[in-house]
């Protein structure tokens, strides 16, 4: 299964468990950011970074690239892979 | 391009770039065919004048690069080990550092020379990349690659001494600007890996401020934030952006949920 599928699913459980997340676009232009968003289901927030300035705040040297934050806004994990990325999720949710 | 995608979950590391991370696998797959393609089109192009002869050497050293993996494959699927004297990669080695020595100073040498010294390494022939290594002079337009071997194969061995020093004489001593700035700014990386962060602020600054307007400097200043304020446990930077449906979205709010970022492109 491809990556947006699985992130898709990761979505769709954990939604409603106190999990947000969000989509930044490096993307200059938004028409083929909202065809994909559309086609592939992505119903998580979208937002386009079209100057870079979200992906610089974070040094994101290439894409995809996860961050995964804890319930403090604090950097859990960086660069995480998609395959760890549930794992880790239900890590977090057990702490405050 | 080889690098791996490891750097989850530990602090201070440098991230790698990701898209190679992610091409490596799919390289492995493409091999069959290449074994039984590669190299018949080849001998049909060099017959065509139109190619400029150095693409045609270019092909050339590929394909026998391809070939030595195609090789080194099937040695390891039929039980072969890294440290065998019949490992393919010894007699590959051997045939592109002959294709140096024939043909000094072209940008199929710089691939030919740079192989050479992977394969070596790659199957833990660390003296003998070494040895062939010291005979390159800080001139050789080979280093642009050569680099990036010696880069990876202290990133295999976790043992970047040798990797710095020649890094360093390269910083000072080559006459390419280019390689002179990569080399400086491969130095960061090399300490950042070891986990030496004082001397990875250091490698980076001087690349931010010897080359500043350039896309390495962009990048080494990059680097330098993120050691300053991206490190596991760190409050992650805030931002607040509206969605590509128009609505409000702010880092802040999310206090008390676990938050996923994921940068992403369509491109």
Redesign the interface.
């Known amino acids: 299964m491809g990556e947006v599928p699985l992130l898709k699913e990761l979505y769709d459980l954990y939604k409603d468990q106190g999990v947000v997340v969000v989509g930044i676009s490096l993307d200059e232009d938004l028409k083929p950011v909202q065809e994909m968003v559309t086609s592939k289901g992505m119903t998580w927030p979208q937002v386009q970074d079209a100057d870079k300035s979200v992906r610089k705040l974070f040094n994101v040297k290439g894409t995809p690239f996860y961050y995964l934050l804890d319930k403090r806004g604090r950097i859990a994990a960086k660069d995480i892979p998609m395959k760890k990325l549930g794992g880790a999720i239900d890590e977090l949710l057990k702490k405050d | 391009m080889t690098t791996q ?1 490891t ?3 530990r602090a201070g590391t440098p ?6 991370a992610r091409f490596a696998g799919s390289v492995l797959g493409f091999t069959l065919l290449l074994t039984l393609t590669g190299l018949l089109p080849l001998t049909a192009r060099s017959q065509n004048t139109s190619v400029k002869p150095d693409d045609r050497e270019v092909d050339l050293v590929q394909a026998m690069v391809q070939q030595s993996k195609n090789e080194a494959e099937e040695f390891t699927k039929s039980g072969g080990k890294a440290s065998d004297p019949k490992h393919p990669n010894l007699k590959w080695a051997a045939k592109l550092w002959s294709y140096r020595r024939k043909h000094p100073g072209t940008p199929a040498t710089t691939i030919a020379t740079a192989e050479a010294l992977r394969l070596l390494y790659r199957v833990d022939r660390i003296s003998e990349m070494k040895l062939k290594t010291q005979t390159l002079k800080l001139t050789d337009p080979a280093w642009k690659r050569v680099t990036y071997v010696l880069l990876a194969a202290a990133n295999k061995a976790k043992d970047y001494s040798y990797f710095i020093s020649k890094a360093e004489a390269l910083a000072h001593g080559a006459v390419d600007t280019e390689i002179k700035a990569r080399a400086r700014f491969m130095i960061g990386e090399a300490y950042w890996r070891k986990g030496d962060i004082d001397q990875t602020r250091i490698a980076f600054q001087a690349v931010l401020t010897q080359y500043p307007e350039t896309a390495l400097g962009k ?1 080494a200043e ?2 330098l ?2 050691i300053e304020f ?10 607040e ?5 128009g ?1 409000p ?1 702010s ?2 709010g ?14």
């Open positions: 995608k750097t989850a979950m991230a790698v770039p990701v898209k190679t990048e990059g680097n934030w993120e991206l490190n596991l446990g760190q409050p992650a930077p805030l931002f952006r509206n969605t590509i449906n609505d979205i880092l802040a999310f206090k008390g949920k676990v938050v996923v970022l994921k940068f992403w492109g369509t491109y």
